[in-house]
C-alpha cells in the first residue's frame, strides 16, 4: 500500500520559514519524480515544486528563489524549504508522486503566512 505521509505544516509570520517533509512507502523511491502542489480555498491545485529521480527541479514562478526542493533516498522522503513566506502562499500543500493511471497524494498540511 503506497502512502505519502506529509509533515511541518503550521502557522508563520510574513517573511518567516517552513520546512514541510512527506516519507513515502510502498513505492520504489528512487525511481519515482516527486513533488509539492498547493491548494488555497476556492482555487484549484497547482504545481509548487517538482524534483526528479535524477535530482532535476522545477519551480513554479511564484516560489522560485524561495523554495527549495530536495529529497534524501535514503530516507525515501522528499522536503520543501520555504522561505520569505508571504500571504498568498497559505494553503493546504500536498505531496505527490505520478501514476498512471491516478497519481498518490498525500492528505495534505496546512501552511498559513498571517500577522
Known amino acids: 500500500q503506497v502512502q505519502l505521509v506529509e509533515s511541518g505544516g503550521g502557522t508563520v509570520q510574513p517573511g518567516g520559514s517552513l520546512r514541510l517533509s512527506c516519507a513515502a512507502s510502498?513505492?520504489?523511491?528512487?525511481?519515482?519524480?516527486m513533488g509539492w502542489y498547493r491548494q488555497a480555498p476556492g482555487k484549484q491545485r497547482n504545481m509548487v515544486a517538482i524534483?526528479?529521480?535524477?535530482?532535476?527541479?522545477n519551480y513554479a514562478d511564484s516560489v522560485k528563489g524561495r523554495f527549495t526542493i530536495s529529497r534524501d533516498n535514503a530516507k525515501n522522503t522528499v522536503y520543501l524549504q520555504m522561505n520569505s513566506l508571504k500571504p498568498e502562499d497559505t494553503a493546504v500543500y500536498y505531496c505527490?508522486?505520478?501514476?498512471?493511471?491516478?497519481?498518490?497524494w498525500g492528505q495534505g498540511t496546512q501552511v498559513t503566512v498571517s500577522s
Open positions: 524534483i526528479t529521480d535524477g535530482g532535476s527541479t
Open positions: 510502498g513505492i520504489i523511491f528512487t525511481a519515482y519524480t
Open positions: 505527490w508522486a505520478p501514476r498512471s493511471p491516478g497519481d498518490y
